[in-house]
C-alpha cells in the first residue's frame, strides 16, 4: 500500500487501524511522508482514545515511532505531535518514555 493509503486505513477506522499506523512507523525512518502523516493521525481523536495497549494510544505509538525513527523530520514531527496533546497527556507520556523532556527521549522499537 502506498503511505497515503495507509494514512486513509488509519484515519478511517476499522479492524487494521493499528497495523496501518504501525506500518507508517516502520516507514518514518525512510520517508520524510509518512513521518508527516503520523504526525498528523496523532492529532486524530480517534486514535488518541483507541489503546495499543494499556496507556498508549495509537497516537502515542506515532509519537514513539517518530522519536525511534531518528531523522531530523521525524523527530521534528514527533515534537509537534507532542505539543499537541494536553499537559496532563504530555506528563503520562513522558513519564511512559522516561523522559524529563521530549527532547530527550530516544525510544527504540
Avoid: K, N
Avoid at 37 to 45: N, V
Avoid at 93 to 108: G, K, M, N, S, T
Wanted: glycine residues 4%.
Amino acid at each position: 500500500m502506498t503511505t497515503a493509503d495507509l494514512a486513509h486505513l488509519a484515519a478511517s477506522g476499522g479492524p487494521y487501524r493499528g497495523r496501518a499506523v504501525f506500518e507508517l512507523v516502520d516507514r518514518a525512518r525512510s520517508d520524510d511522508d509518512a513521518a508527516t502523516r503520523l504526525d498528523q493521525l496523532s492529532r486524530l481523536p480517534a486514535l488518541r482514545e483507541d489503546r495499543a495497549f494499556h496507556l498508549v494510544s495509537l497516537a502515542w505509538a506515532a509519537i514513539i515511532g517518530l522519536l525511534a525513527a531518528e531523522t531530523a523530520h521525524a523527530r521534528a514531527r514527533a515534537y509537534a505531535a507532542f505539543e499537541a496533546l494536553s499537559r496532563s497527556e504530555q506528563a503520562d507520556f513522558l513519564a511512559y518514555v522516561q523522559a524529563e523532556r521530549i527532547e530527550d527521549a530516544h525510544p527504540r522499537i
